[in-house]
């Protein structure tokens, strides 16, 4: 107690110091929580942007680029898959439900999803969270589309509106434009922070009829362009799809399943884990982690040298403190005890204050961050690796304050009464 008097009657002698060294602790501090927990939203996010499904099948080529295209709607696939491949293996009784999606087109620079009906019935992310509709319905008609809730807020688009898709996949204006069959808005997903939000979803029979009269990959001339009018999803024929999703009926069958589909003889497939696939994915990343880590850990190391800084600089100014308690009978020992002990006292107000301000800016900007960065600030408030980060920044705060304080313990009582005021 004594200790703690001393301490903070000599802290409030030095308010001014006081408070920016606390302040620049809990800065650091706040920073390396905020760091930490944005890092860990991001790889809950990464990791959870596909649940409940065993296993994504497409053409054969690598893991990671399956995994890619058909949930982060990153790249192309080298192949489709045909439909009766897809028929005759959704046939399988190990199989509870398939979802199909078929890719190669965009509109203003987002990926144009083909499937069905069982996308919005089956695709979950982040645990059990289903996709779902926040205005209109699902496409029911050929030329019916429903956009992500991104493509929705960027491209400004409401319930009615037409829209022309673009021949591949491209980050702008599409160069060869399906102008000849717009397809018209009729459902806005609800914003699920995923890769979802960024993309555009019709039926699969509306991605076959874009390209019904196309021939090779070239557009129709005006003679052979087969009216939009002419065509209906009922008589629409589906020959290839991109790849699919499965959800087993029982987990224990997974293995079985995807070794049946990757020897499957009439046409090489290629089926993953998609859980293995992204913590694969995600270690890849892992230098990124790292360098946002060591970012955190040296502004740690600077609020700490401020800290050093500010004690050091004073401790001239103390010099006649020291002297004064040295001759009440304060033992050397004591003077660096008591200094370390103010180290330690900062070194927990400015974690205590950081920790407050990071959990209160989390708090404030958690939904601002969800819809700008699909970062979704979720789980308990302080986990083991940041209980972790505190101690450790507490031990560190604690040692700096042994430097001024061995340096004190070598002030000569004479030299601290003869100071001149």
Do not use: C
Request: aromatic share 8%.
């Amino acid at each position: 107690m004594v200790f703690l008097k001393l301490a903070i009657k000599s802290l409030k002698n030095r308010a001014f110091a006081t408070t920016l060294t606390v302040l620049s602790i809990a800065l650091s501090v706040t920073l390396l929580l905020s760091v930490e927990r944005a890092k860990r939203a991001a790889e809950e996010g990464f990791t959870q942007t596909i649940s409940k499904t065993d296993l994504i099948v497409g053409a054969r080529s690598g893991s990671l680029q399956l995994i890619l295209y058909t949930v982060f709607n990153m790249g192309n696939a080298t192949h489709n898959i045909s439909y009766e491949s897809y028929q005759d293996i959704k046939k399988n009784p190990a199989i509870e439900w398939t979802i199909p999606y078929s890719l190669g087109d965009g509109h203003r620079g987002f990926r144009v999803v083909g499937t069905n009906e069982d996308f919005f019935k089956h695709y979950r992310f982040r645990g059990s969270e289903k996709v779902e509709l926040s205005q209109g319905q699902v496409f029911k008609d050929l030329w019916d589309v429903v956009v992500g809730a991104e493509v929705a807020h960027k491209l400004k688009y409401r319930l009615g509106d037409r829209i022309v898709v673009a021949h591949g996949v491209t980050k702008g204006e599409g160069i060869q434009n399906h102008a000849d069959k717009p397809f018209v808005v009729t459902g806005i997903l609800e914003a699920t922070g995923t890769p979802l939000d960024r993309a555009v979803y019709m039926s699969l029979e509306g991605m076959e009829a874009l390209h019904v009269d196309w021939a090779d990959g070239a557009a129709p001339t005006a003679e052979k362009a087969i009216p939009r009018e002419q065509l209906s999803r009922a008589g629409m024929k589906i020959h290839t799809i991109t790849a699919f999703f499965v959800g087993a009926k029982s987990r224990i069958e997974t293995l079985k399943l995807q070794r049946d589909i990757n020897t499957y003889k009439e046409e090489p497939l290629l089926a993953i884990i998609p859980g293995v696939a992204l913590s694969e994915l995600w270690n890849g990343l892992s230098y990124v982690e790292g360098v946002l880590r060591i970012i955190s850990w040296m502004v740690v190391l600077v609020g700490l040298v401020s800290m050093l800084i500010a004690l050091t600089t004073t401790l001239n100014e103390r010099r006649r403190e020291m002297a004064i308690l040295r001759a009440v009978g304060a033992k050397s020992s004591q003077i660096v005890g008591l200094l370390v002990f103010e180290s330690a006292l900062l070194t927990v107000v400015g974690i205590a204050l950081g920790t407050l301000l990071s959990w209160t800016l989390i708090a404030i900007l958690r939904p601002w961050i969800a819809s700008e960065f699909g970062l979704y600030l979720v789980g308990p408030w302080v986990t083991k690796i940041e209980l972790l980060y505190i101690g450790i920044t507490f031990i560190g705060g604690t040692l700096m304050g042994l430097i001024p304080a061995l340096r004190a313990q070598n002030l000569a009582l004479k030299d601290g009464l003869s100071v001149k005021l």
